[in-house]
DNA sequence: GTTAGCACTCTCGTTTGATGAGTGCTAACA
DNA sequence: TGTTAGCACTCATCAAACGAGAGTGCTAAC
């Protein structure tokens, strides 16, 4: 059996008829609200036709039709319109994103939060991944005695600070001495590299300092334990699940809810499987808690590389044209206005 | 009508009971449960008497008796066991309390954690108020053409970086003398202060570098208008709420969890009413939405000045003597650890 | 190939009735 | 006078029964 081109426009009635209402829906509600020019009956015999294609599935007899994943995922690939987002959220999205907003982190919230606004669904947008970037420059400052403030300024322009304990004889002579080192070794290899392979070298540099060597070691490892190094998962929206009528079931609320609190979950969604938006339909997805949840996620990049991506988690019955129009568009601007920011440099 | 004891042993019984099962509690159980050496029957008198006095009521007639509000303050105030926790909470709280973690905000989110899990409820606990602290030092340090890193230290040993423009054209000197008017103008005021009062001072200050002051400006504007000198609110547990049955009904949940994303009605409910545990009590809480929530809170201290509180919130029916013991000891603990943190300098 | 008609299925909301827990009252009892 | 047993009454809860409505599949006619 074939798709022709009726039975194309069926399925298309019956995926956005059901995205709209959340209801089965019946042969007679499609010759009602899409004028296909033919009676109910005929209708039932193709969405017969389409059910043993595998596209639409009955929750029970005497129900009317649901898309079933590879429903969605036709609609998707071959009958959508194509995403396009309404020049409201278009305003609102450039509205938003010309408050300019300095700090990377508050860039990424502020986006997670945009998100799920637009789409009414939850937003999830996982920052860039501080540890991967290298290592660019060391300072230390005085401050109580015995301690120091340790700044590190990494290649992409993050800095961090972290509170070391050095000892109380130790001069800022030395001290200096400890940051050239550590410039002169570590410049423009990422952290984890460090952690790897450099720990020894600058290990046998500083035997030559022995009464500072470890210290400056602690120092390093507690840059290179931090959780933080990680890239930051950003949620948005988490209580839109909650107004979706799929999500009406307590242990369901309770499951998503509980991955939500698990930021590995969350990145696993989003990893980029492609360039521009992909989407991931229900079943499709690996993680059991999201086997009836559609992702669409994009990657956005600073300087042409990419850091980070961002996603929206839906039931599957989403508006896939609308959300996917705009993961689109928000990844463009959020490249965008990461590469204007960093261009004032 | 006076409360003897038997009709304190009787509402004892009646709130220790619906504590435990969440179900209305009616005079045959009590008597078979708790050995009081009467008959259902009177218990049931006493009951009458009770409901009277306004310390129980009844959802519906022939259903078992529930605690008030004013039942479960009585049973708090005069009937409760004096509140203990065991030597198993204990010895975790110590554990967990000794993994030292330097960092106050990782000690912060780490102890909501964990208050969250030894309850079963949600914890709620503020961080301290960083705009509160004075005003330390400031050093800037050299990252991009045109721009700086300025660290700043406050008083209670908090740093925080940020990156400000500074226009190509300034030179570390000029910096160092922006430096040193902010340092000796701001030492010892709060930030709270300086935007009040001291801002017109800084500024004729400048006006001898004229082409500094603008950049001065915003670059002090950044530190002051930041969002995060407010106190910040660490949630845990929030699906504990789940579990409980007087949150069985979507729309109640929906209400909590939107309350919960508004730090400052949490913060409503923590605000420190009195020395030590304090306990509010479903309806003596002011906010609308937690009418059917209790939460004990108190207060922890850093070098004896009170810098932040944390808190339990629980349905009205949660078990007061348990949550009160791990409340109060955990203050004290946190209270401790950052005393012993700080001593470090 | 399309459509009308019809019997059939299944969900959903309502009704009904039985069950059981719990009360309040009264009268008997110590 | 306080306590207890007995009893009628109330009300939520659960399950079964039922009707209405929506939708299907099949057949026969167009």
Redesign the pocket.
Known sequence: MQMDE?KQKILRAIVQDYIATA???????IARKFNL??????I??E??DL?ELGFIE?P??????IPSDAGYRYYVDCLMDTPKLSTEDKNLIEIETAKRISEIEEVISHTAKLLSQLTSLTSIVMGPQKGRSPFGQMYFLPYQPGQAIMVVVKENGAVENHIVDIGNHVTAEELQQVATVFNNKLKGYSLAQVKKTLLHEIYSELTKQRHLLDNALSMLGAVLDDDRNEEKVYLGGTLNMLNQPEFRDFDKVKNLFRAFEEDGRLKKLLYPTQEGVSVTIGGENKLEEFQDCSVISATYRLNGEVIGSIGVLGPTRMDYAKSMGIVDFMTRSLTDLLTKGRKRT
Do not use: D, K, L
């Open positions: 009726r209801e089965p829906v019946g042969s007679r509600t020019g033919v009676s109910p009956a005929t039932r015999n969405m017969a059910e009955q029970h007899t005497s129900a009317g039709r």
